[in-house]
């Protein structure tokens, strides 16, 4: 039972590269989340989906993107890392109706 | 938009006592569901506990328990005889249950440490 699967569980960037962290679930949830969390702030919303099609912003989307072209995927995309992007970035996943979210094991990302 | 405040942001217990973490949050809406979410030092977030709004009764989950006070939009953690594996951080969890629109909002945690 693979639940949500985050990688890469580590990456160091250089200001201004850009890559795409990728998420997948394979338990048919129709909503996913990416969350950041920082030291003191606890976890804070970047993007949310609640179906395959369908993205929203949410606390704080400056800097990054997403799509969902499937159910499976969600893919968040770091256009151009800046040292303020340095964080552990949680994606989750929860099915319409139920509440429960399923959180992946997070990937640590450091901008340097 | 929602809020979730945890005052607490570091405790500390023997083990075997009891401990509660305290939760407010801000919200008009009527249906909702709290968690309380369990971060160990491995990362991995693992729900603790959940209630729902609707329900008056408070949820208990073994030695886990919550006191869900509507009106004054509080919702205390109470863990009884404490455990060295109960050293983690604590995320309360708020999420509005509106269909295709539901948004999982987190309070800023407690840190509980165990002490042996």
């Known amino acids: 039972n693979a639940g949500v699967t985050q990688t890469p569980k580590f990456q160091v960037l250089k200001t201004g590269q850009s890559m795409t962290l990728q998420c997948a679930q394979d338990?048919?949830?129709?909503?996913m989340y990416w969350y950041r969390q920082d030291p003191g702030m606890g976890l804070r919303l970047i993007y949310y989906?609640?179906?395959?099609?369908?993205?929203d912003k949410g606390e704080v989307p400056n800097g990054y993107n997403v799509s969902r072209s499937t159910t499976e995927d969600f893919p968040l995309r770091l256009l151009s890392a800046a040292p303020s992007q340095t964080s552990v970035y949680f994606c989750?996943?929860?099915?319409?109706?139920?509440?429960?979210?399923?959180f992946g094991q997070g990937t640590r990302l450091t901008v340097v | 938009a929602q809020t979730v405040t945890q005052s607490q942001p570091e405790m500390s217990v023997q083990e075997a006592e009891t401990v509660t973490l305290s939760c407010t949050y801000d919200?008009?809406?009527?249906?909702?569901?709290l968690f309380w979410y369990k971060q160990p030092p491995s990362r991995q977030m693992i729900l603790v506990i959940r209630?729902?709004?609707?329900?008056?009764q408070n949820a208990t989950e073994n030695r886990f328990s919550v006191n869900f006070q509507k009106a004054a939009k509080s919702f205390s953690l109470k863990i009884s005889d404490s455990q060295l594996g109960d050293t983690a951080m604590y995320f309360c969890?708020?999420?509005?249950?509106?269909?295709?629109?539901?948004?999982?909002?987190f309070g800023t945690g407690t840190r509980l440490t165990i002490i042996p």
């Open positions: 989750a996943s929860s099915p319409r109706g139920d509440t429960e979210a399923f």
């Open positions: 969890a708020f999420m509005i249950v509106n269909f295709g629109n539901e948004k999982l909002t």
């Open positions: 919200t008009s809406e009527n249906n909702y569901y």
């Open positions: 209630q729902e709004a609707y329900k008056q």
């Open positions: 989906s609640a179906s395959e099609g369908t993205t």
């Open positions: 338990m048919n949830h129709n909503s």
